[in-house]
């Protein structure tokens, strides 16, 4: 018999850019093994187009994206986490609402894409690239063998993936 879904939350500040990045790349890479969910302490209200496009370019469904707080997670009836990572220096500095069943942290905070300034092109480079280093630190989050980690061992994983350089060649 087949484990069930381990549910992951994504937390940002803004909830439009990186957090629903990682949310639309675990989805689909750990499709059956997790339930990815994002969410920000103070969202934008709505998801970035350039995370839109790229997501859309590189076939993923983006109909179910929205920019949302982090009290959705925090109330009763909400899923229970597994998995708790911040993906920006903000969000892991702010305090958190309890979550209930006490999730595994991490923080795996990569550069905010939205915040880039230059031409189109250097923008959506921006979104591209850190798109490329969340997908890098969840491949690596899909391939530890989760059901034979203590708890230390895995806390220590998550810890490092989240050292993972964010400037290696694309």
Not at 69 to 90: I, L, N, Y
Request: net charge negative; hydrophobic share 40%; charged share 20%.
């Amino acid at each position: 018999m087949s484990e069930a879904p381990k549910n992951v939350l994504f937390l940002c500040t803004g909830n439009s850019a990186r957090s629903i990045l990682a949310e639309a790349i675990l989805n689909r890479d750990g499709a059956g093994r997790f339930n990815a969910y994002s969410a920000g302490s103070q969202p934008k209200g709505r998801v970035h187009p350039y995370a839109i496009d790229l997501l859309k370019q590189t076939n993923f469904i983006t109909d179910d994206l929205r920019s949302k707080s982090w009290s959705e997670f925090a109330d009763p009836g909400a899923p229970v986490m597994d998995f708790v990572f911040t993906v920006c220096d903000q969000a892991a500095a702010e305090s958190c609402p309890v979550w209930p069943g006490q999730p595994m942290t991490a923080h795996w905070g990569v550069p905010d894409p939205a915040t880039v300034e230059g031409s189109e092109a250097e923008r959506r480079y921006a979104f591209a690239d850190t798109f490329r280093m969340l997908n890098s630190r969840i491949s690596i989050f899909l391939s530890l063998p989760l059901a034979s980690l203590d708890q230390l061992s895995l806390q220590r994983q998550l810890d490092r993936i989240g050292q993972t350089s964010t400037t290696e060649p694309a």
